[in-house]
């Protein structure tokens, strides 16, 4: 029998957490200054800078049921892939699409940066815009840092 490469142990432990959006046995498996690429455009998409926007995305994620089936994972030194059916069980419309997300761990093992590629992204930009909105105005909005400076 073979041992498991340490970083597959690390995303299965995140899909485990997942399957029961255990937050915290998410959160161990990645950095505190993690980035995490949701691709589309919608009320969810773009890039989630640090730990509490990842955890409060995937807090929103439970709330439409989201489900992963993974069926493929292979590493090599810095990268996991993995390729999962992700499926949603509640809101208006369906989401069941497959998903590739490329996974990178830094010097100490955990994940510091994770992009997600979407099967149909079309699917799902259409599932979240029934099912989320976003926030009024002002609080939705944001200067650009450039300006700021």
Not at 26 to 32: E, G, N
Not at 71 to 77: G, I, P, R, W
Not at 122 to 149: C, G, V
């Amino acid at each position: 029998m073979t041992e498991q490469d340490p970083k597959i142990a690390a995303i299965s432990a995140f899909f485990d957490a997942y399957a029961r959006y255990d937050l915290d046995g998410m959160r161990a498996v990645l950095t505190d200054d993690i980035t995490w690429t949701i691709p589309g455009h919608h009320a969810l998409s773009g890039t989630k800078r640090g730990i509490d926007e990842v955890v409060a995305f995937f807090n929103q994620l439970s709330k439409a049921g989201m489900k992963a089936e993974t069926f493929f994972l292979e590493a090599n030194d810095e990268y996991v892939v993995d390729i999962h059916r992700g499926y949603s069980t509640a809101g208006e419309g369906t989401v069941d699409t497959i998903w590739a997300l490329v996974w990178h761990f830094d010097a100490d093992g955990k994940v510091d940066r994770v992009v997600n590629l979407s099967g149909d992204q079309h699917q799902m930009d259409n599932y979240i815009w029934k099912n989320y909105t976003l926030a009024p105005l002002p609080a939705r909005l944001a200067l650009p840092t450039a300006i700021l400076e």
